[in-house]
């Protein structure tokens, strides 16, 4: 990105080279100090923010990557014109994004860019490759910066940063949604993960039922055993939000002792992950996964064995890139109902662009992109 700026120093050369972790609010306030043009760009992973927030912040050019390559720094000239279309960015423009490491596989900028487009939102959403939360939030204090997506794994740890928490994020001791409120600057925490999973496993079921000729008031996951794989910030969302329906969560993790403290916190039940294949206490049950086991790269994992899968009425997998991954398709062949990651996404990312936005929310816009795109 190229600032407009002037040095008070006699330079013979009329760029600098600037690269730091969180590079982009310290190119800022350097560039005031200037006489001379100053090019400032940060660069790898954490440098594209830099790039894509340049034009709110006075840049008059901003780089990209040709031939629809990604380059660590450098976004590909296809996603600036169609997904960031950084042409409408100007000094109004709010700031959003989403916090987590890695962040590449975020499809959030896919999604809430075209949506602020559609509603007439001044607003942008970017990925920050974040790996101190506490100091990201210590550097991005402005109010430019209205609201974040919260990601692996972050999710736990963003709590200790928000100035205030809603109930249920509090009650889960997750956060995945942070907006910065306009009144004051403080720092307000959410959940959107859990009615957003519990919901769309909760459709699921009903509309089988309904196609059996089955009718009921009550959750369709009450009395049931819902085993879940994983107990970082999303297990967490799902652990409170199958409780609150009446199911038997059973809980498994690489690290035993989180799966205890999370079962306790719960009410369930919390077995060592290496005894996963072999629990079957009854057909019928539930299985959820909210590991990033089989999220892209290692799109050839799954954290249950195929053979181990016929015990389960419905399957659902957090991860959504790929969108169809292993488990999913085993569970399918193995005759359980499937749920993809993807609806997760698009109902807990509706929730978000409501806070973000104080009450608008294309549904029907979000899902058809969400559909088309991933």
């Known amino acids: ?40 760009r940060a660069v790898g992973d954490r440098g594209l923010v830099s790039q894509l927030l340049g034009p709110k912040f006075g840049a ?20 600036i014109k169609q997904v960031y279309k950084l042409e409408y960015v100007n000094a109004n423009t709010k700031v959003f994004g989403v916090i987590s490491n890695p962040v590449g596989h975020s499809k959030g900028p896919v999604l ?67 907006v910065r409120r306009p009144t004051d600057g403080k720092l307000v925490g959410y959940n959107t ?18 196609a059996n000729g089955e009718a009921s008031h009550t959750s369709p996951l009450y009395g049931k055993v819902f085993v879940l794989v994983g107990a970082g910030g999303a297990g967490r ?41 072999k629990f079957c206490p009854e057909n019928g ?14 799109i050839n994992q799954t954290p249950v064995s195929k053979e181990a899968l016929g015990a389960y009425e419905l399957v659902f997998d957090a991860v959504y890139t790929p969108r169809n991954t292993r488990l999913l398709q085993e569970a399918a062949e193995a005759g359980a109902i499937v749920v993809s990651g993807v609806e997760m996404f698009i109902r807990q990312a509706l929730g978000q662009f409501k806070l973000f936005t104080d009450g608008l929310a294309p549904g029907d816009f979000m899902r058809q992109i969400v559909l088309e795109q991933f």
Do not use: W
């Open 60 to 79: 008059f050019l901003v780089c990209g990557s040709l031939g629809g390559k990604s380059i660590p720094g450098l976004a590909p000239l296809v996603s």
């Open 112 to 178: 809430h860019n075209p949506a602020f487009r559609h509603t007439g939102y001044n607003g942008i959403y970017v990925p920050m490759l974040v790996d101190d939360i506490k100091e990201f939030f210590r550097v991005y204090s402005c109010t430019d910066f209205a609201g974040f997506s919260v990601g692996i794994p972050h999710k736990e740890a963003a709590i200790g940063c928000c100035d205030e928490v809603h109930p249920l994020a509090k009650s889960i001791g997750a956060v995945n949604t942070i």
């Open 285 to 298: 049950m539930i299985l959820a996964n909210a590991s990033a086991v089989g999220m892209q790269p290692n």
């Open 1 to 40: 990105a190229i600032y407009r700026g002037r040095c008070h120093q006699t330079c013979d050369r009329c760029g600098l080279y600037y690269r730091c972790s969180t590079s982009f609010p310290y190119a800022h306030p350097l560039s005031v100090h200037l006489q001379v043009p100053l090019i400032a």
């Open 193 to 210: 993960d859990c009615e957003a999973c519990i919901t769309a496993i909760e459709d699921a079921l009903r509309e089988r039922r309904i």
């Open 237 to 277: 969302a799902m652990a409170f939000g199958a409780k609150s329906r009446g199911a038997q969560v059973v809980i498994f993790n690489r690290n035993y002792e989180r799966a205890k403290a999370l079962a306790q916190a719960v009410s369930g039940k919390a077995l060592p992950y290496e005894c996963l294949d």
